[in-house]
């Protein structure tokens, strides 16, 4: 087959609206309904809105004592009628010249507007003197001020963790719906590729492309299956695909998709009507998408190098994850240079960068690795804190220049 060299040279917008018109979002049937704790990095399907108000009942947020504020000018004693815990259900009544002993968290009673610290008092035999003014209110935490009963807690779209898993525990969910994963197979090609851990002969390379995708897919919520890696044959990648084409709703191919004349990827697909494109991306120029088989599958192929298709996932792949998901791209924001880099004419370069503070509270970015976004090299996106991206009319960028920076989860 002779090398071919024309394909389309598109932005970085008008490929990922390509590949993000490959997939619809989730509907109301890919729903999942998962205990909290199992949640964790899940999308959700529906808004958490409060079981109750939170918190359900008015309480004290200190140690000391319930008090109606109005009967008080300090120094004044007051006798200790009752006590109430955390977790007590009493509500003790009191009267002019009493007061309750109450805990952090315990239910105000209904007799009491304020709460004195146990530090702004003095125990006596006869009861306990208040030593500081007393305001109506004081340290009493109302039902309802955080949220009400009712009111959205977390909206669907959001990914789930910590922060948000805890708040709808606290609005009193014991489960949430949340958008099932996309199940995405992974296929890396190339004759070249040994197994992570084998031993490598001449011109051999450790595949470590799958464990990248893998990876990132768990990570932004996909179920991954992923395949041996496959020799540069068109009948061993024809054959994947169809494996994968029943089960998966997505697969990502990595490698095949330059010139090449043993650039098996882009030859299978071509067959089944893919288009292969050169983005204005540096490195994650060569890039392809299909739909493989009766179902039309969904396959986008990345280009081989690592940091190319590691960068080549972040951009175009993660956005259809989330549109899977029915949640927003995560926004870029602006840093500043803190080294000097050069950056191809004519195309965004991503650059793997670290990031730094100065004294001022800005955001500053330097290289992560001294060959930049050399798309070869594996080890400057582990080291890395964000991607920075040079638009593609920049060629040098100086010190104290503004460019866009994503972190990297
Ligand atoms: N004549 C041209 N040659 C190339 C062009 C071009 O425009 N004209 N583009 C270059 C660019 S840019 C890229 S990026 C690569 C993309 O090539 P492929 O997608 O066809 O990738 P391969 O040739 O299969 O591999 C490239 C490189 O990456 C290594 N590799 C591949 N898969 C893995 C893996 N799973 N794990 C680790 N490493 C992998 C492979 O051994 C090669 O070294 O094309 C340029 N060429
Ligand atoms: O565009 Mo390539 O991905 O630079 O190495």
């Given at each position: 087959?002779?090398?071919?060299?024309?394909?389309?040279?598109?932005?970085?917008?008008?490929?990922?609206?390509?590949?993000?018109?490959?997939?619809?979002?989730?509907?109301?049937a890919d729903v999942d309904e998962l205990p909290l704790r199992e949640a964790a990095g899940r999308t959700l399907a529906a808004p958490v809105v409060a079981r109750g108000d939170v918190p359900a009942f008015a309480n004290s947020a200190m140690d000391g004592f319930a008090v109606r504020s109005a009967d008080l000018a300090p120094p004044t004693v007051l006798r200790i009628d009752a006590e109430v815990l955390a977790g007590s259900s009493a509500d003790p009544?009191?009267?002019?010249?009493?007061?309750?002993?109450?805990?952090?968290?315990?239910?105000?009673?209904?007799?009491?507007?304020?709460?004195?610290?146990?530090?702004?008092t003095t125990l006596l035999p006869q009861g306990v003197r208040i030593d500081a003014p007393v305001a109506a209110g004081q340290h009493v935490r109302a039902a309802g001020e955080d949220v009400r009963q009712g009111a959205m807690v977390l909206d669907a779209g959001v990914r789930l963790g910590a922060r948000t898993l805890s708040a709808a525990a606290g609005a009193g969910h014991a489960t949430v719906r949340v958008v099932r994963r996309p199940r995405v197979g992974v296929i890396a090609t190339g004759d070249e590729l040994v197994p992570p851990g084998g031993d490598l002969g001449r011109g051999q390379i450790f595949e470590s492309n799958a464990t990248f995708l893998a990876a990132a897919l768990t990570r932004d919520g996909g179920e991954a299956t992923v395949l041996p890696a496959v020799r540069d044959t068109d009948a061993a990648l024809a054959g994947a695909l169809d494996g994968l084409a029943a089960t998966c709703d997505l697969v990502v191919v990595?490698?095949?998709?330059?010139v090449g004349d043993a650039d098996v990827t882009r030859i299978v697909l071509e067959r089944a009507g893919a288009r292969f494109r050169h983005v204005r991306l540096q490195p994650g120029k060569p890039q392809g998408w299909a739909r493989w088989g009766g179902r039309g599958l969904p396959v986008i192929a990345l280009p081989g190098n690592p940091l190319s298709a590691a960068v080549s996932y972040e951009t175009f792949v993660a956005p259809v994850l989330d549109r899977f998901h029915r949640r927003p791209t995560p926004a870029w924001t602006p840093a500043v240079a803190a080294a000097a880099w050069s950056s191809p004419a004519g195309r965004r370069q991503l650059v793997p960068v670290l990031l730094d503070v100065d004294a001022s509270g800005r955001q500053l970015v330097r290289p992560a690795h001294r060959h930049g976004s050399a798309s070869h090299m594996i080890t400057s996106l582990a080291a890395a804190d964000a991607l920075a991206a040079v638009a593609e009319d920049v060629t040098a960028v100086a010190v104290g220049d503004l460019v866009a920076i994503r972190r990297l989860p």
């Open positions: 087959m002779a090398l071919t060299n024309t394909r389309a040279l598109l932005t970085v917008e008008e490929y990922l609206a390509e590949v993000l018109a490959l997939i619809e979002p989730f509907g109301a009544a009191f009267g002019p010249g009493a007061c309750v002993r109450i805990m952090t968290g315990a239910p105000l009673p209904t007799a009491a507007d304020a709460v004195v610290p146990v530090e702004q990595s490698g095949g998709v330059s």
